[in-house]
């Protein structure tokens, strides 16, 4: 912690710090057409923003359904492949593949602000970690994309055992750093799964909103670049 005791910095990772190289529904469209599928691109952004809706967040879940390990975060992408492309028999061998080619580090990019961002915390010795609903896949990222070392920098859900807004995705992460609730700042794009669920929780949190769409939220920030701001 700095002498002021600013709060730790806390980002999310997927849509936060970084998003996939190419528009996830080409990657799936290519994947598709070679396993033989004939699902149209709209047709592929259609089921994959309802089935990711579904699956993967926090309002449509009860609390057994944010349970999170390396094996149900697998199931659920595996599950969400089977939605998209419902017209392959066996839709298992095209999950393996999707599922390995986002394991790469290529297959993901950072969004323009994040360099500056963390360039300027670690200037001025400011603590910022990554946890995210998301499986171990990340640590390999995270070590590429942001030259992570440390173990304890980075948190998976997949770790934990739980997702993103349950309030024991955050309440072990702070065990696992000794800190008290009011000193972590949560950085993310999702306003239930970042902003509200860390709230809950007790932790600062900000809404990550670069595309402007939340004008009229009051804790939403355009930029990583306006971080600064809140640690002062």
């Not at 920098?153 to 309030?167: A, N």
Request: proline share 3%; charged share 25%.
């Amino acid at each position: 912690m700095t002498e002021n005791h600013s709060p730790i910095v806390v980002f999310d990772a997927a849509g936060t710090l970084i998003r996939p190289a190419a528009v996830a529904v080409e990657t799936y469209f290519e994947f598709g057409r070679r396993a033989g599928s004939l699902v149209t691109r709209d047709q592929i952004a259609l089921r994959f923003s309802e089935a990711r809706e579904r699956l993967f967040t926090g309002d449509h879940q009860s609390s057994q359904e944010m349970r999170s390990s390396e094996t149900i975060e697998a199931t659920l992408w595996r599950q969400l492949v089977h939605f998209v492309f419902d017209d392959l028999n066996d839709s298992e061998r095209l999950f393996r593949e999707l599922w390995a080619y986002y394991a790469r580090p290529n297959a993901w990019v950072l969004f323009d602000d994040v360099k500056l961002c963390l360039t300027q915390l670690d200037s001025a010795k400011h603590p910022w970690i990554v946890a995210s609903n998301f499986d171990r896949r990340l640590r390999v990222i995270c070590r590429e994309l942001l030259n992570i070392s440390s173990e304890n920098q980075i948190f998976c859900s997949s770790e934990i055992g739980w997702r993103k807004p349950h309030i024991k995705f955050f309440q072990s992460i702070q065990k696992t750093l000794s800190r008290s609730a009011g000193e972590f700042l949560m950085i993310g794009d999702h306003p239930v799964d970042d902003v509200k669920g860390a709230r809950r929780a007790g932790w600062q949190a900000r809404l990550l909103d670069r595309s402007r769409q939340q004008l009229g939220q009051p804790l939403a920030i355009h930029s990583l670049g306006e971080i600064s701001q809140h640690l002062e």
